[in-house]
């Protein structure tokens, strides 16, 4: 395992009063337990860091449940739109170094990505792309409508065909859902700002990413293509009780209409990189990501650029996926009220997650990051699994 920027504490948890809380270990492991032993969670890292320093640890599970092979910190899962933070820290080295701008056109780096509305194309700027308010949508959330599956726009999970521009074409051809700054809207913006990303930066997507973020972070685990197939996850979707296998070469998750998932896909140097969730990568690797964004950007970016990846950049506009009380900032949802969101977390925490099972959230106010990678979708990102572990996390309330 490559050395992580996070200070690494042996054994399977930190003794509790190093959080200040007693308890850690015994709330989250008790959280975890009933999940992963009725496999309802097939397998999941959990890593809690305070401070800088790795508190809780845990591996659990199976990798791969039909063949035995247990989960480690090891395991490289499939981070789905968790990727989206990394490709937002891409774009904002990038604007770090002068070389793109949050307002320019996205006309300016792509002169084919003009989507109508109505009898006009309206101007789409990178900052809308990043703050998912630029027009776009996904079709799950469109299901009387879908327009993207009509026009065969692959949405960066199933079997890729193409090119990352023949894609783009594609969903540039679909009229926008809503002029670009009216509406919150949670978005394919991330691949067309992939594909901004590789003019500005006059290289492959997945390179860019390599050189402005993953190399100065060591997150040498963490690509778009898995290189040793052994050490990736098998991916799972939610049953009737335990979690089921996902079938190949495609499946459905449980999402709208349903979302097509090609659990090959992640194996597949063919496949156009899907910057809204083409990535995989392990717990470790993605730590230090939050870390380098919650101290202040060093040495991917500048203290401003990681500051508008944690702070709430959308005005009256609310990310409603995440309920009620949640912003955006250029990159995650942002928690402005506590109370209206019912949860025990700061203001001013940030989080995401990934359709295919795993989840971040970041409390500056504390000094605290989690990241829950799972191989199980949907369980492992939307409802009682993540609720139990902030709760754990934070004592049922009392600051961790």
Partial sequence: MRTSTISLVAGAALQASTLGHAGLAERVDAAVEPWV????????????????????????????????????????????????????????????????????????????????????????????????????????????????????????????????EDNLRKLASVPLYYPPGREWRYSMATDVLGAVVEQAAGMPLPQAVARY???????????????????????????????????????????????????????DATAWPSGGGGMSGTAADYLALLEAV??????????????????????????????????????????????AAGTPQSAGTWQWGGALGSHFFVDPALGLSVVVLTNTAVAGVIGEFPRAIIEAVYGAGDSP
């Fill in 37 to 164: 032993s009725e496999q309802r969670i097939v397998g999941a890292v959990i890593l809690v860091a305070r401070d800088g320093r790795l508190v809780y640890r845990r591996a659990a599970g199976f990798a791969d449940r039909e063949a035995g092979r247990p989960v480690t910190e090891e395991t490289m899962f499939r981070l789905a739109s968790m990727t989206k933070l990394i490709v937002s820290a891409t774009a904002l080295a990038l604007v770090d170094r002068g070389r793109l701008g949050l307002d320019d056109p996205v006309t300016r780096w792509l002169p084919y990505f003009s989507p109508p509305l109505g009898d006009r194309n309206p101007v789409i700027t990178v900052r809308q792309l990043m703050t998912h308010t630029a027009g776009l949508s996904y079709s799950f959330f469109e299901p009387d409508e879908d327009l993207y599956t009509d026009a065969g726009v692959d949405q960066g999970l199933g079997v890729a065909s193409g090119t990352l």
């Fill in 294 to 339: 919650r101290r202040g950007g060093a040495p991917i970016l500048s203290a401003r650029s990681a500051a508008a990846l944690a702070r709430h950049a959308i005005g009256e506009l609310r990310a409603w996926t995440e309920g009620e009380g949640w912003g955006f900032s250029l990159g995650a949802a942002v928690l402005l009220d506590p109370v």
């Fill in 213 to 267: 973020v993953t190399e100065p972070l060591a997150m040498g685990d963490t690509a778009f293509v898995v290189a040793d197939p052994s050490r990736l996850a098998a991916a799972y979707r939610d049953g009737e009780g335990a979690a089921v296998r996902m079938a190949l070469p495609l499946d459905r998750l449980p999402l709208g209409a349903g979302v097509p998932v090609s659990p090959s896909r992640a194996l």
